[in-house]
């Protein structure tokens, strides 16, 4: 029998985040590469362990492989231990049928096993898809300070972006009393970030009652929330004011890799002397060449530049040759930028080769929009890529083999 833990943390890493495009077609999007050295999955496994909070669940399903062997047995997030750590949770088939994940909610549900496990006095549900740093241990505090039942942690948000978000309203005392699912009107600026503090009793309730009904999403922000405001549970907003972004797009996931750069960046890491761990393989120092120029920029270990890198975020292993430009760009582990070639307003993911000569993308202030190159594709010398274009497989083959587009 395990022994009682007081929180189990329950992480939703299952969507296929179909607006990342190419950067998800062959792997689940919380394992997209993000500022230099970690994957987004870093994020909300660091808060865990930085909270004291050392069990989790990770639930899985889309494009699993990429993400299972990061995460591999938690050593490098201190969440490799014999009671609790962390576990992988996909879909299976149990004695009656077996079922996908139908929505976040169901996703909990089909793990109630393994939370029951540790018989814990609480829950804490996190997404995978978001970059921020938070101390869960307070929110914990929190939700039991109040005499809570569900407790949402929330961000104040502009009322023009307050439609995107399901929104909160609550009293002077943070208790909510309102909640809209993206509403078109909405009347309050407190935005869920998906993340909950359950009393474990409570959760169970709920999500068996919701797997009853067929009528359901089966989704915590259309049903299990307004489920139980409904039956007049006690449910409180915990306001968070640090770095928060959902970088479900390529738009926001740009944003928040430029959100690093600058003399003062509006996200720094760590903070506050809380780490973010990652599986980050030892590299050789950075080579930085007698003709190499670099402005405003990120340059992880291992990489080599002999061009001019402006304004940009670079992975471990990056080579830019000489005469080469990178401007305003995201670009992963392993990508070779060769002589003269010119990358701009763009996110090429890991082991991409960009041809001499070759330009991918158009400045930013005149261009269509972000240009990104999928993982392991190799763009011939002295060839277009259009701005805004998304480079996966099947748009390379078409486009670009062989370099025909001159």
């Not at 169901?106 to 109630?112: D, R, S």
Request: charged share 25%; glycine share 10%; aromatic share 10%.
């Amino acid at each position: 029998m395990f022994k009682k833990k007081e929180c189990v943390a329950m992480l939703l890493a299952g969507g296929q985040g179909s607006r990342l495009y190419a950067l998800t077609e062959k792997t689940a999007k919380p394992a997209v590469s993000f500022g230099g050295k970690y994957r987004i999955i870093d994020f909300p496994l660091s808060n865990c362990v930085n909270s004291g909070i050392d069990t989790v669940g990770v639930l899985t399903q889309y494009q699993p492989l990429v993400l299972n062997e990061y995460i591999g047995n938690g050593q490098p997030w201190d969440l490799d231990r014999t009671y609790g750590g962390v576990k992988i949770l996909p879909p299976y088939q149990g004695m009656k049928k077996a079922d996908w994940y139908s929505g976040t909610a169901n996703a909990i549900y089909q793990n109630l096993t393994f939370i029951k496990r540790y018989n814990p006095d609480y829950v804490l549900i996190l997404s995978g898809d978001h970059i921020y740093q938070m101390q869960y241990d307070a929110m914990l505090e929190y939700h039991k300070q109040m005499g809570a039942d569900c407790t949402i942690a929330v961000i104040d948000v502009p009322i023009e972006e307050a439609s995107r978000f399901g929104i909160m309203s609550a009293d002077e005392n943070g208790k909510v009393f309102k909640f809209s699912e993206k509403p078109k009107n909405p009347d309050s600026t407190l935005a869920s970030m998906g993340i909950y503090i359950f009393n474990a009793d409570k959760l169970e309730k709920y999500l068996e009652a919701d797997e009853l009904d067929p009528a359901s999403s089966k989704d915590f922000g259309k049903n299990i929330i307004p489920n139980m405001l409904a039956a007049g549970e006690k449910m409180y907003a915990y306001p968070f004011e640090g770095y928060w972004k959902d970088v479900g797009t390529i738009d926001s996931l740009w944003e928040a890799n430029m959100d690093l750069l600058g003399d003062k960046p509006t996200l720094t890491i760590p903070k506050n002397g809380r780490r973010v761990f990652s599986r980050t393989e030892a590299s050789a120092p950075q080579f930085i060449g007698a003709d190499a120029e670099i402005t405003n920029s990120l340059i992880t270990e291992g990489c080599e530049i002999n061009g001019t890198v402006i304004n940009s975020v670079l992975f471990n292993g990056v080579k830019v040759e000489k005469g080469a430009v990178v401007k305003d760009s995201v670009v992963m582990n392993g990508v070779i930028i060769k002589k003269n070639a010119k990358v701009d307003y763009a996110i090429l993911d890991s082991d991409v080769t960009i041809g001499e000569g070759t330009t991918v993308g158009k400045d930013k202030e005149a261009s269509k929009g972000i240009t990104v190159i999928g993982a392991g594709l190799d763009i011939a010398n002295n060839i277009t890529v259009e701005d805004g274009a998304m480079v996966n497989d099947s748009y390379y083959n078409e486009n670009l083999k062989g370099g025909d587009n001159k």
